[in-house]
């Protein structure tokens, strides 16, 4: 999981709304619900983030790899 943190913190947001955009507009309390369960998501990956960075080290961190369109 951790190779991939920089994605989650990128696309959580995304999911969320997405999600959002699909529950009824009168059903305001769920739509709060999921608005605060992504945010405090994407916030503890932010602290997963933060507690894993090596100030001692000056090699790139976080560093994610992905091959792009069949390439790499």
Partial sequence: MSEHL???L???PLGGALIIVFVPRHKKQLLYTIALIASLLNFFFSLVLYFRFDEASA???FVEKSPWL???
Avoid: E
Wanted: hydrophobic content about 40%; overall charge positive; charged content about 10%.
């Fill in 6 to 8: 920089l994605s989650i």
């Fill in 10 to 12: 990128t696309f959580l």
């Fill in 59 to 61: 090699l790139p961190q």
């Fill in 70 to 72: 069949g390439k790499g």
